[in-house]
């Protein structure tokens, strides 16, 4: 299997805290990212990490950190401050030089007020 595996999910109130974290069974990855999909609304990314360098979609900057342990072939997304517009189910996203992207399941974040 080549489908990263999510984890981290949950129901937390507004203000709260909340760890993602996504383990890839392929390794030479130079992309790992997190998207996120709201009901009614297109997927859009969250944060990604490539060659070294992180981005951030402006709505979660300040807020949330992504990382990366390559000994772990793991993502991680701290997520601080959470707000109940940050709930969606986040996917995280791989890819290695010359393949296509693989995408997890998807978890769950929901933010209650």
């Not at 997520?79 to 791989?94: F, G, H, I, P, Q």
């Amino acid at each position: 299997q080549v489908q990263p595996v999510e984890s981290g999910g949950g129901l937390v109130p507004a203000g709260g805290s909340l760890r993602l974290s996504c383990i890839a069974s392929i390794s030479s990855l130079n992309y790992m990212g997190w998207y996120r999909q709201a009901p009614g609304k297109q997927r859009e990314l969250v944060a990604e990490i490539t060659s070294g360098r992180t981005n951030y979609a402006d709505s979660v900057k300040g807020r949330f950190t992504i990382s990366r342990d390559n000994a772990k072939n793991t993502v991680y997304l701290q997520m601080n401050s959470l707000k109940v517009e940050d709930t969606a189910v986040y996917y995280c996203k791989t890819m290695r030089p010359f393949d296509r992207p693989y995408w997890g399941q998807g978890t769950q974040v929901t933010v209650s007020s």
